[in-house]
């Protein structure tokens, strides 16, 4: 009997002993995927970030931060389908993650999925918490922008306040504002929100250099002729 207890004593504390090694070894993998990734390279970083995951032992913290480094790492590699499904399973472990849902939200307004990305605005809106401001402004925008596209006209017009009341000089969100008043029939409205858009996107590195930027060019540019051809 006592022999018995002793190897089934002996087996107990292997597993502990392993399953310590298997959390040590993933927390140890992390790091070099947050070091990896500090140094921009993404290759080296999601491998560690990969191993991470698979040695975590359901470890929930360190599977939450090693899929969202791996989300990080795919939108900058330009992967939203591996992106998407990261975040499904970071949602998965923790349906409280806030920013999780906000993040895929984006991805759904990029692939004009708005219902679908509305959903997730929502979810994210009532789980998150704390965020930087001009990160808020960014994602009541974008939550205005879907709304608008369903036609629900009010609610993205109170998203673009909710946006600039956030951050007042995102002008993704005089974007909004500017649409929503296009819709209401108010060009002067349209074209003087553009135009503060357009001088705050100037001023904000990057803004106008992506293919979206592009596109909110074309709206200044088109809305400023608008504007003008019913001066005459």
Same mark, same amino acid.
């Given at each position: 009997?006592?022999?018995?207890?002793? #190897?089934?004593? #002996?087996?107990?504390?292997?597993?502990?002993?392993? /399953?310590?090694?298997?959390?040590? $070894?993933? /927390?140890?993998?992390? %790091?070099?995927?947050?070091?990896?990734?500090? *140094?921009?390279?993404? $290759?080296?970083?999601?491998? *560690?970030?990969?191993?991470?995951?698979?040695?975590?032992? %359901? $470890?929930?913290?360190?599977?939450?931060?090693?899929? !969202?480094?791996?989300?990080?790492?795919?939108?900058?590699?330009?992967?939203?389908?591996?992106?998407?499904?990261?975040?499904? =399973?970071? #949602?998965?472990?923790?349906?409280?993650?806030?920013?999780?849902?906000?993040?895929?939200?984006?991805?759904?307004?990029?692939?004009? %999925?708005?219902?679908? &990305?509305?959903?997730?605005?929502?979810?994210?809106?009532?789980?998150?918490?704390?965020? +930087?401001?001009?990160? !808020?402004?960014?994602?009541?925008?974008? =939550?205005?922008?879907?709304?608008?596209?369903?036609?629900?006209?009010?609610?993205?017009?109170?998203?673009?306040?909710?946006?600039?009341?956030?951050?007042?000089?995102?002008?993704?969100?005089?974007?909004?504002?500017? +649409?929503?008043?296009?819709?209401?029939?108010?060009?002067?409205?349209?074209?003087?929100?553009?135009?503060? &858009?357009?001088?705050?996107?100037?001023?904000?590195?990057?803004?106008?250099?992506?293919?979206?930027?592009?596109?909110?060019?074309?709206?200044?540019?088109?809305?400023?002729?608008?504007?003008?051809? &019913?001066?005459?």
């Amino acid at each position: 009997m006592i022999k018995w207890v002793r #190897i089934v004593t #002996i087996i107990v504390a292997l597993a502990f002993l392993g /399953a310590g090694v298997f959390v040590l $070894d993933a /927390a140890i993998e992390l %790091n070099l995927a947050y070091r990896a990734y500090k *140094h921009r390279d993404m $290759d080296q970083a999601m491998r *560690h970030a990969r191993r991470a995951n698979y040695s975590s032992r %359901n $470890d929930t913290k360190i599977i939450k931060s090693a899929l !969202k480094l791996e989300y990080t790492i795919a939108i900058k590699l330009g992967h939203p389908e591996k992106a998407m499904d990261y975040l499904g =399973q970071a #949602i998965q472990h923790d349906s409280s993650c806030g920013l999780c849902y906000l993040q895929r939200g984006d991805i759904e307004y990029k692939w004009k %999925n708005y219902a679908a &990305a509305l959903d997730d605005f929502i979810n994210g809106f009532e789980n998150t918490g704390p965020l +930087k401001p001009e990160v !808020k402004a960014y994602y009541y925008a974008r =939550q205005g922008l879907s709304h608008l596209e369903l036609g629900e006209t009010e609610k993205a017009q109170e998203d673009s306040q909710n946006a600039l009341q956030s951050d007042p000089e995102s002008p993704l969100a005089f974007f909004l504002l500017s +649409k929503v008043k296009a819709k209401l029939g108010d060009l002067e409205g349209a074209y003087g929100n553009a135009s503060k &858009a357009y001088r705050l996107g100037q001023k904000k590195t990057g803004f106008f250099s992506s293919p979206e930027g592009d596109l909110w060019l074309r709206y200044y540019g088109d809305t400023m002729i608008r504007y003008k051809s &019913a001066q005459r």
